[in-house]
């Protein structure tokens, strides 16, 4: 059973897994979270509430089942945005493949993936297969909370008002209750770069911190 999620913020639905259980790129070599990953935003707030968390633990099995991807485009009928992972990430190469049929058999459907996996050289081919198609953005996302990018047709990065890199799109989410409203710069292949404006005071604070460690 399809079990899928529609922030109220967003314009769109949207399928997740678990945050962190299932984002192997979270850690870097010692283990510890990434400066972007560190206090996510999907492990804070409603996110921490048994019913908010079952259909996500739900999916992280349901995927598996042969008639997942056919169930899914059928469910897509007559959606035209989809975010994959609100929270989580594609952390096995046969639930990427499974989400590659999908898009690949749903063109009416924009596609926004946001993902970490390109850091397992196993996931480029089904990376690279998505980002051809004409429905799907992949946006890398960089480690940074500071604005640094990383390389890739279409990213995205975390920073300050201070420290937006030069020639991206700047997420205006911030600015209206974390809504998107009209926008949909996440969603288009000819926005190479969308940053993200640091909110809450933990972040804030981090990002102080990471600035004056230079």
């Given at each position: 059973?399809?079990?899928?999620?529609?922030?109220?913020?967003?314009?769109?639905r949207s399928w997740s897994l678990q945050a962190l259980d299932t984002c192997p790129a979270s850690r870097d070599a010692?283990?510890?979270?990434?400066?972007?990953?560190?206090?996510c935003y999907a492990t804070t707030g409603n996110y921490r509430f048994k019913n908010v968390k079952a259909p996500r633990e739900h999916n992280r099995e349901d995927w598996k089942r042969d008639s997942w991807v056919g169930d899914m485009v059928t469910e897509l009928d007559n959606d035209r945005y989809f975010r994959w992972f609100d929270s989580g990430d594609m952390y096995d190469i046969r639930l990427a493949r499974k989400i590659l049929e999908v898009c690949?058999?749903?063109?009416?459907?924009r596609h926004w993936i946001?993902?970490?996996?390109?850091?397992f050289a196993k996931f480029g081919l089904v990376l690279a297969r998505l980002e051809a198609l004409s429905n799907v953005v992949v946006?890398?996302?960089?480690?940074?909370?500071?604005g640094e990018t990383i390389q890739g047709s279409?990213?995205?990065t975390i920073a300050t008002l201070d420290t937006v890199?030069?020639?991206s799109v700047v997420c205006e989410a911030y600015t209206r209750q974390g809504k998107c409203d009209k926008c949909r710069a996440c969603w288009d292949k000819s926005v190479s770069v969308v940053t993200y404006i640091g909110h809450g005071r933990t972040m804030e604070k981090r990002q102080r911190n990471v600035i004056a460690r230079g």
């Open positions: 059973m399809l079990k899928l999620s529609k922030a109220s913020k967003m314009p769109c010692t283990g510890a979270l990434v400066p972007a990953c560190s206090g690949e058999r749903t063109p009416w459907v946001p993902t970490r996996m390109h850091k946006r890398l996302s960089s480690d940074s909370i500071t279409t990213t995205s890199p030069q020639g």
